[in-house]
């Protein structure tokens, strides 16, 4: 049985909330914890890498894993690439908080690398949790 057929929505919101929640307390708590400032950047960004393959996988529940994580690796390039964008609006967002967290303030080549590796992450739990219910 495809692993599209075995996912259950309520699963995939439990594992993007999930995530959510250690990027939360990676950013929050990481430096406190004396974690090497690579560590809790770059961490930051793969688990954000792997809450849009989560977020993909609930929004198109019945696609195969491998549509999914191209499709999420689209979404992480085109929201890489649009900090290369300036407009007042966009710039005064993205020193926000919420503006921080979903969009980011500087483009960086490694954090294409990191959100890669968040995706593959995902891809990889959605097919042994698929595994685990055939």
Do not use: Q
């Not at 809790?40 to 793969?46: D, E, F, M, P």
């Not at 966009?90 to 690398?113: C, E």
Request: with cysteine; charged share 15%.
């Amino acid at each position: 049985m495809p692993e599209a057929d075995l996912r259950s929505r309520g699963t995939m919101i439990a594992l993007c909330l999930a995530t959510i929640a250690a990027g939360l307390l990676l950013r929050r708590f990481g430096m406190g914890l004396g974690l090497p400032f690579g560590v809790v950047k770059h961490g930051g960004s793969l688990l954000w890498g792997t809450m849009v393959y989560w977020l993909m996988t609930i929004i198109a529940l019945r696609r195969p894993a491998s549509w999914l994580a191209i499709l999420a690796a689209l979404v992480a390039l085109c929201v890489e690439l649009s900090r290369l964008y300036h407009t007042p609006w966009l710039d005064s967002f993205r020193l926000t908080t919420p503006g921080a967290l979903l969009l980011g303030r500087v483009f960086s080549p490694w954090n294409l690398v990191a959100y890669a590796a968040g995706i593959a992450l995902g891809w990889a739990t959605d097919l042994c949790i698929a595994r685990g219910r055939s």
